[in-house]
């Protein structure tokens, strides 16, 4: 199963994420959590220009035998050329990281398709392809009414959503299976709710307790169940076959241990009770954390 993941790498140029307590990965730790993870068969990291130090690190590390995918930024609104923004933005993405060639580039903000400059923005990532700067292009996106916006007029080979235990939108819309079944690769992260699924009760920041029955139940079904968070959480994600890649943020060589020690989990159903529509819970964009 470890094949199906992917290193999410926010944390290699930002101290990102509710539950990282340990800040921004080092050069040192960022190179041994790379090695180890070539070395059980990961073979893709997930970065972004907008990731402060991300792209710098991992090109000290070296990542010439990696499939990266990297995310474009919003289009900065002193831009007089899109095209040229856009192509002097991923070269300036592979330079710092050191390689020739991106194996896919996302849009972090994929409504400017939607807006004035859209087809100018949509055309230049084509031209990349074209140029081979880049294999796959795609979104990264909150929620599938995204997708419902998007689809009719642009095709993604590569779409990057959340989907989790309890946000499963990408399947209950039936985005997931009509994805796959169009050839469009998905990549899905926040399997772990940025951590939060993996928290303990005394751990979980208070600005979550309004939700307090369904972590009751949450951990209830875990005992049931005979299964840690983690087993869970992966359990899940990874049992949907439509998922090409699960995108896990790793904070340390010790974390991403412990999760590929979860990875051949059973595949686990769990209660619908335990999903939930509310945004302010299943997307992070809205959390309040004071």
């Not at 140029?13 to 990961?42: C, K, S």
């Not at 076959?241 to 999760?259: A, K, M, Q, T, Y």
Request: with cysteine; hydrophobic share 45%; proline share 6%.
């Amino acid at each position: 199963m470890s094949k199906r993941l992917a290193l999410g790498t926010a944390q290699f140029g930002l101290p990102y994420g509710v539950a990282n307590h340990t800040g921004q990965v080092g050069r040192h730790e960022a190179g041994a959590i790379l090695a180890h993870a070539r070395d059980v068969g990961i073979d893709t990291l997930d970065t972004a220009m907008a990731y402060g130090e991300s792209e710098l690190s991992l090109g000290e590390v070296g990542v010439e035998r990696w499939q990266v995918i990297s995310k474009l930024p919003a289009i900065p609104p002193s831009c007089l050329d899109v095209a040229v923004w856009v192509h002097e933005s991923v070269l300036g993405s592979l330079a710092r990281l050191g390689i020739p060639k991106l194996s896919g580039l996302l849009l972090h903000r994929p409504q400017e398709l939607l807006g004035d400059q859209g087809q100018i923005l949509y055309r230049a990532l084509s031209a990349l392809k074209e140029q081979g700067l880049v294999a796959k292009i795609g979104v990264s996106i909150y929620g599938p009414e995204e997708l419902d916006a998007l689809c009719p007029y642009f095709r993604f080979d590569l779409v990057q959503a959340p989907f989790n235990i309890v946000d499963r939108r990408m399947a209950t819309s039936g985005w997931l299976k009509k994805l796959h079944q169009s050839g469009t690769e998905v990549h899905i992260r926040s399997a772990f709710l940025q951590g939060l699924l993996l928290m303990d009760e005394q751990r979980r920041p208070a600005s979550f307790q309004r939700w307090q029955p369904l972590w009751k139940e949450w951990h209830r079904w875990l005992m049931e169940q005979a299964l840690s968070p983690l087993q869970a959480c992966l359990g899940f994600v990874l049992a949907q076959p439509e998922v090409g890649r699960v995108v896990l943020g790793i904070d340390s060589l010790e974390h991403l241990r412990g999760i590929l020690a979860s990875a051949d989990a059973p595949a686990v159903v769990p209660p619908t009770m335990l999903a939930s529509q509310d945004l302010d819970l299943i997307n992070p964009a809205r959390w309040s954390l004071t």
